[in-house]
């Protein structure tokens, strides 16, 4: 049983997110819970006491917060009746992120799936605010972020982009591996670089590793010129090779974390027509440092 979590704004993009997720698991016995969060803003007043003004704002964003809930659950039961699948639903007084990550703890999440929007009138970034605060402070599930106008295609092109200089462990890419074994996918493990040269022995000790993770699956190994940044190479890349689905693993110096830091405005010229699967780093709580008896022969 997997638990996959959904924070929702009721929005286009929130829902369509709901829907992807819906459609791609849809042989998979799982829980959705939906998240819907809410801090009133309160408004300094001379002439009314604040605890009781706060109250009320408090009360009505609650009330809110539920129906709306209550109002997509009944939506997807009516669109995406599925005997595999069961629902929750929480509306909490918090931040979107505490809530995720208490959510995560006491549900055993496994995934977090949440639909991408521009910021401020923007339309050009390919994250919105939430989501990027998600990517940069969730560290412990994958999340999966879904374009605005993206419908579900069957992934059976993924992209994991790599630049080889991590060691990854099995239970980084196991989700990536899990993905493509389940629907026959091809992976392309792409490698951007400025300048085109040969791996060094540390880089082709990792590609090797990966080779081994993705043994079974049809895999091959792109070195493509950077074209002004890492993302506009990626999204270009992921246009001409329709490709379905984009990997990427954040951790430090890594491609994800790059672009996450990069300002919005300037750089986000990456806006990608395809779902994005941010894969948290697992190496620094076990697998890097104590890796199983499987890695260490891969290793060897």
Known sequence: ?????????????????????????????????LLNTYTPVIP?????????????????????SLKGLKDFLERIRKTYSNKYHTFKIRSSFNLLVEEIRNMIE??????IVTGTKGASGIEEVFLGSNTVRII????????????RNFKYVKPQEIVFATDFKRYYSNSEVAPLV??????KATIRIVYVQDQIKALTEIQQFNLNILRKYFKGIDHYVHTVSELN????????FADELDIHLLA?????????ERMTREPVVKSMAFHTQVPLLVI????????????????LQLAK
């Open 44 to 64: 300094n007043s001379r002439f009314m006491a604040s605890s009781f003004q706060g109250k009320a704002l408090e009360d009505g964003s609650k009330e809110n």
């Open 280 to 295: 948290p780093e697992l190496g620094m709580n076990g697998p890097k440092h104590s890796r199983s008896k499987k890695e």
């Open 106 to 111: 006491e549900e055993g999440i496994d995934l």
């Open 136 to 147: 940069k402070a969730i560290k412990e599930c994958p999340i999966l972020t879904i374009p």
């Open 248 to 256: 990427m693993l954040n951790y430090q110096h890594s491609y994800m």
């Open 178 to 183: 899990e993905l493509a074994k389940s629907f």
């Open 229 to 236: 940044t890492v993302s506009k190479t990626l999204e270009v």
């Open 1 to 33: 049983m997997k638990h996959i979590l959904l924070p929702t704004d009721f929005s286009k993009n929130s829902w369509n997110a709901i829907a992807y997720i819906l459609e791609l698991l849809e042989k998979e016995e799982c829980t959705f819970h």
